[in-house]
C-alpha cells in the first residue's frame, strides 16, 4: 500500500518559516522523482518544487525561488521542503507526491499528470 504523509504544516506569520516533510512508504522511493505542489482555495493545483530521484537536480516555481528548499534522504524515504520568507499568498493545502522515473529532465519532472502518488495534504497558512 501506498503512502505518502505530509507533515509539519500550519499557521506562520509572513516573514516566518516552516518545515514540511513527507515520509514515503510502498513505494521505490529510490527511484522515484518527488514534488510538492498546493492548492488554494479556487484555484488549480501547481508546482512548488521537484526534485530528481538522487537530489541532484531541482526546480522550484518562480515565486517560491530564494524562499524554498526542496530536499530528500533516500534513506528515510522522505521528502522535506523549507520554505523561508513566507508570504500570505502562499497559504494554500500542500501536497507530496511521486513519479517513477529517473528523468531529470524540466518537462518531466515539472509535469503533474505524471505523478502516480499523491498524499492527502497539510495546511499552510501565513497570516500578514
Known amino acids: 500500500q501506498v503512502q505518502l504523509v505530509e507533515s509539519g504544516g500550519g499557521l506562520a506569520q509572513a516573514g516566518g518559516s516552516l518545515s514540511l516533510s513527507c515520509a514515503v512508504s510502498?513505494?521505490?522511493?529510490?527511484?522515484?522523482?518527488m514534488g510538492w505542489f498546493r492548492q488554494a482555495p479556487g484555484k488549480e493545483r501547481e508546482l512548488v518544487s521537484v526534485i530528481n530521484w538522487r537530489g541532484s537536480i531541482t526546480y522550484y516555481t518562480d515565486s517560491v525561488k530564494g524562499r524554498c528548499t526542496i530536499s530528500r534522504d533516500n534513506a528515510k524515504n522522505t521528502v522535506y521542503l523549507q520554505m523561508d520568507s513566507l508570504k500570505p499568498e502562499d497559504t494554500a493545502a500542500y501536497y507530496c507526491?511521486?513519479?517513477?522515473?529517473?528523468?531529470?529532465?524540466?518537462?518531466?519532472?515539472?509535469?503533474?499528470?505524471?505523478?502516480?502518488?499523491w498524499g492527502q495534504g497539510t495546511q499552510v497558512t501565513v497570516s500578514s
Open positions: 510502498g513505494l521505490s522511493f529510490v527511484y522515484s522523482a
Open positions: 507526491a511521486a513519479q517513477t522515473t529517473y528523468s531529470g529532465t524540466y518537462d518531466t519532472l515539472t509535469t503533474l499528470r505524471l505523478y502516480h502518488s
